[in-house]
């Protein structure tokens, strides 16, 4: 083919994506925030047959097929599973604007649960990360009732 | 909408702005769009399949493609799906359609909007041409869709 003028040109794509929508939080998540939102607890459900306490709380066990109706309280301690520490400041796509950086980010196993939940460390730095680490989660003081009334977790000395 | 069911309904919001280099292949085939309203897609040397969108390499041989194809204007329509449901994410209000269209003379398929037609008059197998946007500016939306033939 002929070289065509512009043929050799690199672009840059601009998106915006945006996506707004409304999600039915169902009986289980309803409670979980609604504690977190009321009383500043974290709330997680154990298994009847295996005895594992799901957080966030799952309606029915995911190995064992049972409903889970015995609610348990987890936390606010816990300690870190995995981390990756953030240096690029990322868009948080729930706010449009990128968090001050560095932070981290983990999987965080919380004091008498058997999941782990996904969360920001305020800690980024990753000389000072470490797995088994202690920490405690941070409640916003104006709490609406959605993940985001867990503003991240800090370490902490015991 | 503000309730369920008399259930807690959480509102999500996704906002994120972003951009990126879209290389020298697929800049190219941008620029194809935007400048000849072509559809240009790359043979592998090997398996001799023509790529489209243009690729820079061959995932199922793993060498760089090297021929540049022009495929199209019309094509066949693979498969597709019918949206009802609103929301600001889709480039059209509803109701629109999604397919997957081959193009000929080429041995993979795209993904775009079905326009100018019924949601409900659209079948697989149909024969569709590409609609080119009035103003084109480099993007996968210069197409603006593929409309029945």
Not at chain 1, 78 to 92: E, H, L, N, Q, R
Not at chain 1, 114 to 142: Q, T, Y
Not at chain 2, 62 to 70: I, K, P, Q, R
């Given at each position: 083919?002929?070289?065509?003028k512009g043929?050799d040109e690199?672009?840059?794509?601009?998106i915006h994506?945006?996506?707004?929508?409304?999600f039915?939080?169902?009986?289980?998540y309803e409670r979980?925030?609604k504690?977190?939102k009321?009383t500043?607890?974290?709330?997680?459900?154990k298994?009847p047959?295996?005895?594992?306490v799901?957080?966030?709380?799952r309606?029915?066990?995911?190995?064992?097929f049972?409903?889970?109706?015995?609610?348990?309280?987890?936390g606010p301690?816990?300690k870190v599973?995995?981390f990756?520490?953030?240096y690029?400041?990322?868009?948080d796509?729930?706010?449009?604007?990128?968090?001050p950086?560095?932070?981290?980010a983990?999987?965080?196993?919380?004091?008498?649960a058997f999941?782990a939940i996904?969360?920001?460390l305020?800690?980024?730095d990753?000389e000072?990360?470490h797995?088994g680490m202690?920490?405690?989660a941070?409640?916003?003081?104006?709490?609406e009732g959605n993940i985001?009334d867990?503003?991240?977790?800090r370490s902490?000395e015991? | 909408?503000?309730?369920h069911m008399?259930?807690m309904v959480?509102?999500?919001?996704?906002d994120?702005?972003?951009?990126?280099?879209?290389?020298?292949?697929?800049?190219r085939?941008f620029?194809?769009?935007?400048?000849h309203?072509r559809i240009?897609?790359?043979r592998?040397?090997?398996c001799?399949?023509?790529?489209v969108?243009?690729q820079?390499?061959?995932?199922?041989?793993f060498?760089?493609?090297?021929?540049?194809v022009?495929?199209?204007?019309e094509?066949?329509l693979?498969?597709?799906?019918?949206?009802?449901h609103?929301?600001?994410?889709?480039?059209k209000?509803?109701p629109l359609?999604?397919g997957i269209?081959?193009?000929?003379?080429?041995d993979t398929?795209?993904?775009?909007?079905?326009?100018?037609?019924?949601?409900?008059?659209?079948?697989?197998?149909?024969?569709v041409?590409?609609?080119f946007?009035?103003?084109?500016k480099?993007?996968?939306?210069?197409i603006?869709?593929f409309?029945?033939?």
């Amino acid at each position: 083919m002929e070289k065509k003028k512009g043929q050799d040109e690199l672009l840059r794509i601009t998106i915006h994506m945006k996506a707004h929508y409304w999600f039915p939080a169902g009986s289980h998540y309803e409670r979980f925030f609604k504690e977190i939102k009321e009383t500043g607890r974290i709330m997680g459900v154990k298994c009847p047959d295996c005895g594992r306490v799901l957080v966030p709380p799952r309606p029915v066990c995911g190995e064992c097929f049972s409903k889970t109706e015995e609610w348990v309280q987890v936390g606010p301690k816990g300690k870190v599973i995995a981390f990756t520490s953030i240096y690029f400041p990322f868009i948080d796509g729930t706010t449009g604007k990128p968090r001050p950086i560095p932070y981290g980010a983990g999987l965080i196993q919380l004091d008498g649960a058997f999941s782990a939940i996904n969360h920001i460390l305020e800690e980024g730095d990753p000389e000072k990360l470490h797995i088994g680490m202690r920490v405690e989660a941070v409640l916003k003081e104006k709490r609406e009732g959605n993940i985001g009334d867990i503003l991240f977790f800090r370490s902490i000395e015991e | 909408m503000s309730d369920h069911m008399g259930g807690m309904v959480l509102h999500g919001k996704i906002d994120l702005p972003f951009s990126y280099s879209a290389g020298k292949t697929a800049s190219r085939f941008f620029v194809e769009l935007r400048d000849h309203q072509r559809i240009m897609g790359k043979r592998c040397p090997l398996c001799r399949r023509v790529i489209v969108p243009a690729q820079l390499f061959c995932k199922e041989c793993f060498v760089e493609t090297d021929e540049w194809v022009e495929v199209g204007p019309e094509g066949t329509l693979v498969t597709f799906t019918v949206v009802y449901h609103k929301g600001n994410h889709h480039p059209k209000n509803v109701p629109l359609a999604y397919g997957i269209i081959k193009l000929d003379g080429a041995d993979t398929s795209i993904v775009h909007l079905l326009g100018e037609t019924d949601v409900t008059k659209l079948e697989h197998g149909m024969k569709v041409r590409v609609v080119f946007s009035e103003k084109r500016k480099g993007h996968i939306l210069d197409i603006e869709c593929f409309r029945p033939v």
